[in-house]
């Protein structure tokens, strides 16, 4: 599903499915940003609307299409949202994904961190079979992010800062993994020559190199830690060495 060509404007959109027709009708101050959290949303499974998200995890993001229906002033999204939903009925499950009859949404709806905290227990403890769990991976395996959506995710993630608390949380959810003795899968060769390729040739900026520099600084490194990196570049040379023997 391609979003480059949607615009960063106030308007009514539409997700439609090209199988079946049937659609899924919303208003946004900003399309281009708002579907973009559509995607998010279908692909972690955490979608609000429960048809869309069987649909999308069913058909694949290649089977729906977005298209923008009009564009309007702020102020009119929801009269001409509620117009084409009348239109549309696509609050009716048979002809579409919507789950209410009455256009609405959350502008200048801020929640309380009680409200955000509730809401994460509840999408943690969600079941996830292992057929869900397939189909999610199959969406993304291959997936390429559009150059529009990454200038988003990059503008939207500049300058932000994570707080105490989330820091606190994500260190114990690492160690809590340690703990339970899991290890990250072996990246293939080909993911490892693409990350090469990447960093080939890159320079850090002096500003980069002092900040890491700072951050090391009076940092004690586990012995486990140190035992794995030893053997990794032990292994690096092992490799090294063969190949060089191998040319000669």
């Not at 609405?104 to 409200?115: D, I, Q, S």
């Not at 980069?208 to 486990?224: D, H, L």
């Amino acid at each position: 599903m391609d979003l480059a060509h949607l615009p960063p404007a106030s308007g009514i959109y539409q997700v439609c499915h090209a199988g079946s027709g049937k659609v899924y009708i919303g208003s946004s101050r900003n399309m281009r940003a708002r579907l973009f959290k559509h995607v998010t949303d279908l692909n972690q499974g955490l979608h609000h609307s429960l048809l869309l998200q069987r649909a999308w995890v069913k058909h694949g993001p290649s089977a729906f299409a977005v298209t923008v229906i009009e564009l309007c002033d702020v102020d009119q999204m929801l009269v001409r949202e509620q117009a084409h939903l009348d239109l549309h009925k696509s609050w009716d499950p048979s002809v579409g994904y919507n789950v209410s009859p009455t256009a609405a949404n959350c502008l200048g709806v801020k929640h309380t961190e009680a409200t955000k905290q509730k809401l994460s227990v509840q999408r943690r403890g969600r079941p996830k079979s292992e057929e869900w769990k397939r189909k999610i991976s199959a969406i993304h395996k291959g997936r390429i992010i559009p150059e529009a959506q990454r200038e988003a995710i990059r503008a939207k993630l500049t300058g932000r800062k994570l707080s105490p608390e989330r820091i606190a949380n994500a260190v114990a959810g690492k160690l809590a993994l340690i703990a339970s003795g899991w290890k990250r899968p072996p990246l293939s060769p080909e993911v490892q020559a693409r990350q090469a390729a990447k960093l080939r040739g890159r320079k850090m900026s002096d500003e980069t190199r002092t900040r890491m520099s700072a951050a090391r600084k009076g940092k004690a490194v586990p012995e486990e830690q140190r035992v794995a990196i030893a053997a990794r570049m032990r292994e690096i040379w092992r490799q090294r060495r063969a190949a060089k023997e191998v040319g000669t």
